[in-house]
């Protein structure tokens, strides 16, 4: 009998243990879901015009925020006005080289996530050490691109105009970028 009351406290107290944990769990799901809510309230975006008419991007400051406010301080000096889209893939589209060809721009430390490059991610272009990355060079993936996942900085995602994106080729001029 004495064995018997044992187990069943052992028992009810992993059970109570184990209700804790998942409220603990809970709160802690709803505090994200709200911080994540006030982001959204909050959340710049920047509109990309060309030619082909203009699509936007939501800024993921969470994801990487030195990269975000180093586009968006580009982007409000005018740095993107006239450079073009140098590369133009099945999946992806990628500009903001000041040189044109992919091999200009400066450094700046990559910022990993755990965000998903789907089709609409906006990334940073990098070279062969994961560490750094490209302070100008911005892609936009047009398809799913989950294999750059962990590897690329992640820091948006085009909410309208995807339709646009698809549309621009190589030499395509990006007029002008807006970050509301």
């Given amino acids: 009998m004495k064995h018997l009351m044992t187990l069943v406290l052992v028992c009810a107290t992993i059970a109570i243990a184990g209700f804790l944990s998942g409220c603990t769990k809970n709160d802690q ?62 999946w992806v589209v990628q500009g903001g080289d000041p040189d044109g060809n992919g091999t200009g721009g400066g450094d700046q430390p990559t910022e990993l996530s755990d965000r998903n490059f789907a089709e609409g991610a906006v990334g940073v272009a990098r070279g062969g050490d994961i560490k750094i990355s490209n302070d100008s060079q911005f892609f936009i993936c047009t398809t799913d691109c989950s294999f750059l996942n962990n590897q690329y900085t992640y820091f948006g995602k085009v ?3 995807m339709d646009v994106v698809k549309t621009i080729q190589i030499g395509d001029k990006m007029d002008s970028i807006e970050v509301k």
């Fill in 29 to 90: 799901t709803t505090s994200a879901t709200s911080t994540n809510s006030e982001e959204n309230m909050n959340q710049q975006t920047a509109t990309v015009k060309t030619a082909h008419g203009e699509f936007t991007i939501a800024l993921d400051d969470a994801a990487a925020p030195n990269t975000v406010k180093n586009f968006v301080d580009k982007s409000k000096s005018g740095y993107y006005n006239g450079l073009i889209f140098h590369r133009v893939e099945n």
């Fill in 159 to 161: 909410i309208s105009g």
